[in-house]
């Protein structure tokens, strides 16, 4: 699984052109699920990512995790972030997990946020063209594969 994670002061979505979802402080999760992923990725990445400690504290240091802050979630499904790149110009998709595993994976790892108590999880729509609008804190952008960390 790839996360592209960013810092914000807030963030909002608006799911084919209507549906508006938005949280406050927090992180926006950009995520692509690859084929071969797994469940315990998934799951290892939402604990990874809610314990990242990219907040600053009291002296300025990036040193609070999102669960310290209370801070907010918004998880975007981003099946591009399984590009390949290597051969021309036309990005490959070759690598990206078939629509039902992603969604699968993806909602697993929703759920596994949840679950863990973060304070506000919103969600765009699997499969659907969503705008996002993120202001970026910092800026500090993340990115998690847990191929490269061996997860």
Known sequence: MRAVIQRVQGAQMTIEHSEVRAIGQGLTVFLGVMKGDTEQQADFLAEKIRELRIFTDENGKMNLSLMDISGELLVVSNFTLSTDCKKGRRPSFDTAAPPEEARRLYDRFVEQAKASGVKK???????????????????????????????
Not at 126 to 151: C, Q, R, S, W, Y
């Open 121 to 151: 999880v919103e969600t765009g729509e699997f499969g659907a063209h969503m705008d996002v609008l993120v202001n970026n804190d910092g800026p500090v952008t993340i990115i998690i594969d847990t191929e490269k960390i061996g997860k």
